[in-house]
């Protein structure tokens, strides 16, 4: 059954309704979730919320109230009518508040930090069907929980949002090259990102993708977006061109045209369906020459055999670390894609350092990942999550977008992401290297999981049926470092 509703009073009768039938239910707007978990809801009810869809810009340009169903593409488009942008997810048919549920990162988090970050106030359908006011003040600890674990705590109907000035034009380049310059590559990317001192406005990634218009080998591709003209991008993208690739693509956009541009918009291959797709993410601090070897071998060794399985493009550009296997349905095994992605997770987390944790992210989980590895190893926050999911969610009507429970106390474990000391102005991703912060303030998302994840590697394994490519992706964003400065 879908319901599709156009006030947030909707939501509340249909949450109502399936409650007092016993009947299972999702809220639904744009995107492209792929944990398993999604899979075990079953005989129940999607409320479709895209036409929540209102966007009203406040009179002095700093917010804006937004339906829950608003999603990127629209988000970008109307703000640039009035010269403003927005932190939002960068594949633009993902909806913004369901990004920032589980923290929420995009091309802008160098400069306005996560989704999450940027949520003044929110709407929110509860668990009993109650429509409930959360910010700082109403409701405090559930929008605690909201940034960054709210997909187990309510619908949010409606949302205040932080918006800023835009950037006016955006620069983005290719480099192509033999898999001989493999090592020097990744010496520069890890220069680049100096140990999580990245500079906000730069975005880069690297694919081991087939092209055999230049190599009878995988080719590694570096992408570079940098918010700003060609010029100023220069001293970040030369010492890559110094390294003489073998084919370079570049242009320059305005930031409303650039997922298009990229391959992230709402017409892009990523967000289209019929597709099957799992994904892997791994945290890591920096690339490993080692690792990088053994995934590039890895994936060269399958190149006679994957692309005639029917796998195609999981679209690079829309996350920070993560693995992600994208594929027909039933044209390879639903058990030879996870078998294929968690081994190149396992290769990359082992290049991180003998016996340390894995970090994973919730938004990319692939459904199978402990609760301490997407959420966070410490205690206190655990205990203070199964608190928050036993008041606002004590039945665990909301289980179903990363791990589903059959009892409270299992539930509510699933729960920690992003919070804020009180005191704190600034947004919740600069906290994490705030000389003040103790090891307790962050709440919902642990500090450990930030500082590892945000800092380097996503890898991903790729066919696109179109052109023949098949690809593993790394990508390196931001660092938590110098995140959100406004």
């Given at each position: 059954?879908?319901?599709?509703?156009?006030?947030?009073?909707?939501?509340?009768?249909?949450?109502?309704?399936?409650n007092k039938h016993s009947i299972p239910f999702l809220a639904v707007n744009h995107g492209h979730g792929s944990s398993v978990d999604l899979n075990k809801l079953r005989h129940g009810v999607n409320i479709y919320i895209h036409n929540l869809d209102s966007i009203t810009i406040a009179h002095d340009g700093a917010s804006a109230e937004l339906g829950g169903g608003v999603y990127a593409d629209l988000l970008i488009k109307t703000l640039a009518e009035k010269g403003k942008v927005a932190a939002t997810g960068a594949c633009t048919c993902v909806g913004v508040a369901g990004a920032g549920l589980g923290g929420g990162f995009g091309r802008y988090q160098g400069l306005y930090g996560l989704v999450a970050d940027n949520f003044l106030k929110m709407t929110v359908v509860t668990a009993d069907g109650s429509i409930v006011t959360v910010n700082d003040r109403q409701n405090a600890d559930l929008f605690w929980a909201m940034r960054g674990a709210g997909h187990n705590f309510g619908i949010v109907a409606g949302f205040k949002y932080k918006i800023y000035d835009s950037v006016p034009m955006w620069y983005t380049v290719n480099y192509?090259?033999?898999?001989?310059?493999?090592?020097?590559?990744?010496?520069?990317?890890?220069?680049?990102?100096?140990?999580?001192?990245?500079?906000?406005?730069?975005?880069?990634?690297?694919?081991?993708?087939?092209?055999?218009?230049v190599s009878d080998k995988p080719v590694i591709i570096v992408a570079i977006w940098y918010a700003g003209p060609e010029l100023a991008a220069l001293r970040y993208t030369r010492p890559f061109l110094n390294l003489q690739p073998a084919l370079v693509s570049n242009q320059t956009v305005p930031y409303?045209?650039?997922?298009?541009?990229?391959?992230?918009?709402?017409?892009?291959?990523?967000?289209?369906?019929?597709?099957?797709?799992?994904?892997?993410?791994?945290?890591?601090?920096?690339?490993?020459?080692?690792?990088?070897?053994?995934?590039?071998?890895?994936?060269?060794?399958?190149?006679?055999?994957?692309?005639?399985?029917?796998?195609?493009?999981?679209?690079?550009?829309?996350?920070?670390?993560?693995?992600?296997?994208?594929?027909?349905?039933?044209?390879?095994?639903?058990d030879i894609a996870p078998q294929y992605?968690?081994?190149?997770?396992?290769?990359?987390?082992?290049?991180?350092?003998?016996?340390?944790?894995?970090?994973?992210?919730?938004?990319?989980?692939?459904?199978?990942?402990?609760?301490?590895?997407?959420?966070?190893?410490?205690?206190?926050?655990?205990?203070?999550?199964?608190?928050?999911?036993?008041?606002?969610?004590?039945?665990?009507?909301?289980?179903?977008s990363v791990k589903s429970a059959s009892t409270i106390d299992q539930t509510i474990l699933q729960?920690?992401?992003?919070?804020?000391?009180?005191?704190?102005?600034?947004?919740?991703?600069?906290l994490l290297t705030h000389p003040q912060v103790q090891e307790e303030t962050m709440g919902c998302l642990s500090p450990h999981v930030i500082r590892t994840n945000l800092v380097a590697l996503s890898s991903w394994?790729?066919?696109?049926?179109?052109?023949?490519?098949?690809?593993?992706?790394?990508?390196?964003?931001?660092?938590?470092?110098?995140l959100a400065r406004g």
């Open positions: 059954m879908v319901v599709v509703p156009t006030t947030n009073q909707d939501v509340a009768a249909t949450v109502k309704y399936a192509q090259y033999t898999h001989d310059k493999l090592d020097d590559i990744f010496t520069e990317l890890n220069r680049l990102n100096n140990n999580g001192k990245q500079p906000g406005e730069v975005i880069t990634y690297a694919v081991f993708a087939y092209n055999p218009g409303a045209d650039l997922a298009d541009a990229v391959g992230t918009g709402v017409n892009s291959p990523v967000c289209q369906p019929g597709m099957s797709a799992a994904s892997f993410p791994v945290g890591t601090q920096k690339f490993n020459t080692t690792a990088n070897h053994q995934v590039y071998d890895l994936y060269s060794d399958s190149l006679p055999v994957t692309p005639s399985s029917g796998a195609r493009s999981c679209n690079l550009k829309d996350t920070l670390w993560r693995k992600c296997t994208v594929y027909a349905p039933f044209s390879i095994s639903d992605g968690h081994q190149i997770r396992d290769l990359f987390h082992a290049g991180d350092g003998p016996g340390g944790p894995l970090n994973t992210y919730v938004n990319y989980a692939y459904g199978d990942e402990t609760l301490e590895q997407m959420y966070g190893y410490e205690e206190w926050r655990i205990q203070k999550l199964r608190a928050l999911k036993k008041k606002w969610d004590p039945y665990g009507r909301f289980n179903w729960l920690n992401q992003i919070g804020r000391p009180s005191g704190f102005d600034e947004p919740i991703s600069l394994v790729m066919y696109n049926i179109s052109t023949n490519l098949l690809a593993s992706v790394l990508a390196c964003w931001p660092s938590a470092h110098h």
